[in-house]
């Protein structure tokens, strides 16, 4: 009775507490007035903020009401998710900053520009602050805190709030991820009981798979500021650059028993080429979030977890652009309450705290305006002094055989306002050459010099051997283009004010054969189309010289004769093909050629590939994700999602390859039922990191492994995390060494190929040396992180591995090729084991 009682009396507080929290007063500062013409959240939404998880649409609505209710607000669609949904930003200042707001910008963009910064008087320029939420869907106290953020902004009245938006040009950005967020408020609110349950244990707290944290494709968007892949990164990259906002804020959660966290994090991770004072800055701020939350009894804490490594982060990317970017991770209470190791996290409380620090950010704003504005404008000072005496002047990319993938980095620095030209004439570097009309040159003396060494400089020495997010990302590498450093400027040709992608050349008709070389980057969509249309179409083995072309392996042949269009049609449907994915296709005369005949049995026939991939509980969303976005995306082919869960009803053997993604289950005896005779039967089936194990495991495929063993000597318990943490290969770039002669490297014009590696899989080469096309070299570091035993194991083994089972092949990758998107180097292997597996 006693405990019936106690439970009673816990569930009852909980309830009467709950019910306190949802209303404004337990948010908002009570000590002013609030315009009552501004409408409630309540009002629009139908629901007090924190009762419900608000899903998208209701938040675009109450986000546009307010705009046509506040002279403080106005509202645009940036652009549209994957899902068409639209991507707000809401920009709030003084009425009459409004009337001024395109000078306001200018003027504000002119401390950027080391020409003009010096005559601007910062003592009358508002900051510009941008508050960005729940980037993270699933994260959704701050997308939530953005409703009374908003509306307090729009309703609070009295000096105070009126020198705040004279001083401040805030940008607010509700919803990072409107996909994310939609499904996860659609999963919570779903499981939500009336009478709140807090158990842990409830399926309110347990998403199903893949959950809300990530856009359509399953991509953590949280890493995408810097390579700009996703619509979402897009468009708020462009408001950023628009903007220069001199903060920015974003709001994420962690786990359920933590406090909060706020920025900075650890020190000794920054990255070198943040200067010291953005972390000082950082920190200064940090006081006005510590005292805001101690007036609210909140715990937090700072410095020990989280860092400014990575620039592709939404708190990191405002450092290396004259800002400075704050992280916040509040407890999560996941669904609307839940118990955890500090009582029980309500989901009203998650959001005061995210509303808290909003204002206590805005707060700092106020008072420390005219320091952030004169940092923003030494930090371009110094930039443009180091890059003066930088011996690189340029630095320049291209690839003789491949325009597309230049293009998409070239389009990446557009985003970023990095000036880009094209070269002046053809010329070479170290060996190298670079074609006028496939290069790019970026001049290293510009505004954003510090971005562009960011984002093409090679780091592989540390200060700290741990980090939160992946060490290396040197772009040129992540897209295998040649490129070299120029200490010259004397090639620099036109800036390039319209971006546009190279056409392929024009095709002409041909009465014998076509002929495509297999370089350029969307050449498997070519033949996924031509395919599609029924067309026959044929891989050479071996390298020729036609016609005065020289063609390399892997060139593909579509013979005129014996198809099922007419001459006319044929050459129609491959006149549009080449146009739509701007490659170039050959006609030519005669099949007599230098190397192998055009109807030498060396050409081998591709047939039509019908892919299916694994997904759901067990599979790496992320890994799935950017092979289902490769495919949908840049290749438009098919890929069909199977679901684990209904794997065992459905029958496969209609498809021809099936992907497993990297997966974290221990081996799961429905899979491999089902999937070695379909192997055997003459299936291909392709894995990727832990998928690799798992197979070898399962006996699929015959693999030997290189292990390393480090022993703690000398360390103590407390440095026991630092010490299992250095040996993580958390994302770096390695170097392998090709076979260009073997098919999964056809299309690679190089016989060198930077990879991506995040594991410790250390596959040891095949006895027979033509078994391992792929191999790391004898000195394989490029640009990242990793501990000196794993180096040494590295070197000379093997990321890739294919071998027979039955009729058919098992394909193992140790290391992702389609890393984030960005990692277009790698992605024609996939492509290549999806298409010429059987030649292998
Ligand atoms: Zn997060």
Not at 3 to 32: D, G, M, R
Not at 243 to 262: A, K, R, Y
Not at 328 to 355: C, D, L, M, Y
């Amino acid at each position: 009775m006693k405990c019936y009682s106690l439970i009673l009396f816990t569930f009852l507080s909980v309830f009467l507490q709950a019910q306190n929290q949802l209303e404004l007063s337990y948010h908002l500062p009570q000590n002013l007035t609030y315009n009552a013409s501004i409408p409630t959240p309540e009002s629009i939404l139908g629901h007090k903020v924190g009762k419900w998880h608000v899903t998208h649409d209701k938040l675009v609505l109450y986000m546009k009401t307010l705009a046509k209710s506040s002279p403080r607000i106005t509202i645009e669609e940036r652009g549209k998710t994957f899902e068409g949904r639209p991507l707000l930003l809401l920009t709030i200042t003084a009425s009459e900053n409004h009337d001024n707001i395109e000078n306001i910008r200018v003027n504000h963009l002119k401390l950027t520009e080391w020409s003009h910064s010096d005559q601007l008087d910062v003592t009358s320029m508002p900051l510009v602050v941008y508050l960005g939420f729940s980037i993270h869907g699933n994260e959704a106290s701050g997308a939530n805190a953005s409703l009374l953020l908003a509306y307090y902004l729009a309703s609070a009245e009295g000096a105070e709030i009126e020198a705040l938006l004279s001083n401040t040009v805030i940008l607010l950005d509700p919803t990072l991820n409107p996909d994310g967020l939609q499904r996860f408020a659609y999963w919570t609110n779903t499981n939500k009981s009336n009478t709140i349950n807090s158990d842990p244990n409830d399926r309110e707290f347990h998403e199903v798979w893949p959950g809300g944290r990530t856009n359509h494709y399953w991509f953590d968007m949280n890493r995408d500021w810097l390579p700009v892949q996703l619509p979402e990164s897009k468009a708020r990259v462009e408001s950023f650059q628009k903007w220069m906002p001199n903060i920015l804020t974003d709001h994420h959660e962690m786990g359920s028993n933590s406090t909060f966290f706020f920025q900075p994090g650890v020190q000794s991770r920054v990255h070198h080429l943040t200067p010291k004072m953005n972390q000082e800055l950082t920190k200064e701020i940090g006081n006005y979030h510590a005292k805001a939350l101690d007036k609210i009894g909140s715990l937090y804490f700072t410095e020990e977890r989280f860092d400014d490594f990575y620039y592709g982060k939404g708190s990191t990317y405002p450092d290396i652009n004259g800002g400075i970017g704050i992280l916040f991770e509040q407890g999560s209470s996941r669904g609307h309450a839940q118990k955890t190791v500090n009582g029980i996290i309500t989901f009203p409380f998650a959001i005061r705290n995210q509303f808290t620090v909003a204002l206590s950010t805005l707060e700092a704003a106020k008072e420390m305006r005219i320091k952030l504005l004169n940092y923003q404008r030494d930090f371009y000072k110094n930039a443009k002094k180091e890059a003066s005496r930088d011996p690189i002047k340029a630095i320049v990319f291209g690839d003789a055989k491949d325009a597309a993938k230049s293009f998409h980095l070239a389009e990446i620095l557009n985003t970023h306002k990095i000036v880009i030209h094209k070269p002046t004439f053809d010329f070479s570097v170290n060996g190298i050459n670079f074609k006028k009309e496939n290069s790019f040159i970026v001049p290293t003396n510009q505004k954003n010099s510090k971005l562009i060494k960011a984002m093409f400089e090679k780091q592989t020495k540390f200060a700290d051997s741990l980090f939160y997010d992946i060490s290396g990302w040197t772009y040129p590498l992540a897209f295998n283009l040649d490129y070299a450093e120029l200490k010259t400027t004397s090639n620099i040709g036109n800036i390039i004010s319209d971006l546009e992608v190279n056409k392929g050349k024009e095709l002409f008709k041909s009465s014998y054969a076509y002929l495509m070389e297999w370089h350029d980057y969307y050449t498997p969509k070519a033949l996924n189309a031509i395919l599609n249309k029924g067309i026959k179409a044929k891989v050479g083995m071996k390298q020729f010289s036609l016609e005065g072309n020289d063609y390399d392996y892997g060139t593909i042949l579509i013979p005129v004769q014996n198809q099922n269009l007419n001459e006319n049609d044929l050459y129609d449907v491959l006149h549009n093909i080449a146009t739509n994915s701007n490659i170039t296709i050959t006609g030519v005369k005669t099949g007599l050629t230098k190397g192998i005949d055009l109807g030498s049995n060396q050409f081998k026939n591709i047939s039509k590939q019908r892919v299916a991939m694994l997904v759901g509980r067990g599979i790496s969303s992320y890994d799935a994700g950017e092979i289902w976005h490769l495919f949908d995306q840049r290749y438009e082919m098919n890929i069909t999602k199977l679901d684990i869960s209904y794997l065992s009803s459905v029958d496969i053997s209609k498809y021809t390859t099936i992907i497993i993604p990297n997966l974290s289950t221990r081996s799961n005896a429905t899979i491999l039922k089902k999937l070695k005779p379909w192997v055997q039967n003459g299936g291909v089936l392709i894995g990727y990191k832990n998928a690799v194990k798992w197979l070898s495991n399962n006996k699929l495929i015959d693999l030997k492994y290189a292990t390393v063993n480090v022993k703690a000597n000398n360390i103590s318990f407390e440095q026991k995390d630092n010490f299992s943490g250095a040996q993580k290969i958390g994302g770096a770039i390695f170097e392998t060494r090709l076979d260009r002669s073997h098919p999964i490297n056809f299309g690679y014009a190089r016989n060198k190929l930077p990879m991506f590696r995040q594991t410790k899989l250390f596959i040891k080469p095949d006895s027979i040396s033509y078994n391992n096309p792929i191999k790391y070299t004898n000195n394989p570091l490029l640009s990242g992180y990793i501990s000196k035993p794993n180096l040494e194991v590295l070197k000379n083994t093997v990321p890739f591995q294919v071998k027979r089972l039955g009729k058919g092949r098992v394909i193992v990758f140790t290391d992702n090729t389609n890393f984030r998107a960005f990692w277009y180097g790698t992605n024609k292997l996939l492509m290549n084991a999806v298409y010429f597996a059987k030649e292998m």
